[in-house]
């Protein structure tokens, strides 16, 4: 079955370190994105890349990293600089029908 | 350039009818729906592209309306496997559904037996 892939689906952080979350999809889609869950905030465009080696930031992407070296993947680097990692990440990609999701890792800091 | 949804929250009882609105300042190319249950990943419903177009998933359906900005989605005859969050995103790019999407804050939907 195709679909992407999230891990861990839980992640503790200490202070002052930095964490990886894993995105992998075998959609065969092009694109693919990071977004950023808070309470009552929606959902929140941290990076997206539409193709291999090349990727955009989003609206709040300060403190994080990202890399898509290979189609199917696309990590998410949580750094020591973001000051509230604290919430729920989701994976996706997307074609012209739509977006998938992956189902979410929760980061919280420790 | 996020999309306004309203309202915020809906509760309902099961049965009853509901909309939900998805108003943009921006001109719009497509809309799309989702539903999020608590916890969980968000779950496609339905892209809609400019020209008023309506489309339908079960006893769900939505519509473009072009000249105001805004989608609706509607909710007809709620059962209890609707409750959830319920985001639009739309995209401005001129001929594509690809590319970013600009997320609304959510509505957030409960339905009562």
């Known amino acids: 079955d195709g679909g992407i892939t999230q891990s861990p689906k839980y992640l503790f952080r200490k202070e002052g370190q930095n964490v990886t979350l894993s995105c992998e999809q075998n959609?065969?889609?092009?694109?693919m994105y990071w977004y950023r869950q808070d309470p009552g905030q929606g959902l929140r465009l941290i990076y997206y890349s539409q193709i291999v080696n090349d990727f955009q930031k989003g609206d709040i992407a300060e403190g994080y990293s990202v890399s898509r070296e290979k189609k199917e993947s696309f990590p998410l680097t949580v750094t020591s600089a973001q000051k509230n990692p604290t919430a729920f990440y989701l994976c996706a990609s997307s074609n012209s029908y739509g977006y998938t999701f992956g189902s979410g890792t929760r980061l919280t800091v420790v | 350039q996020q999309p306004v949804q309203s309202p915020q929250a809906v509760i309902l009882r099961e049965g009853e009818d509901a909309v939900i609105n998805c108003s943009s300042s921006k001109a719009l190319y497509s809309v799309h729906w989702y539903r999020q249950k608590h916890g969980e990943a968000p779950v496609f419903l339905m892209i809609l592209l400019k020209g008023g177009e309506q489309k339908g998933h079960e006893k769900i359906s939505a519509s473009f309306n072009e000249k105001k900005q805004q989608s609706s989605l509607y909710l007809t005859a709620s059962q209890l496997s609707y409750s959830g969050t319920y985001f639009c995103?739309?995209?401005?790019?001129?001929?594509?559904?690809?590319?970013?999407?600009?997320f609304g804050r959510g509505t957030q939907l409960t339905v009562w037996p």
């Open positions: 959609l065969n889609h092009d694109a």
């Open positions: 995103g739309a995209t401005a790019d001129r001929g594509s559904t690809l590319g970013r999407l600009y």
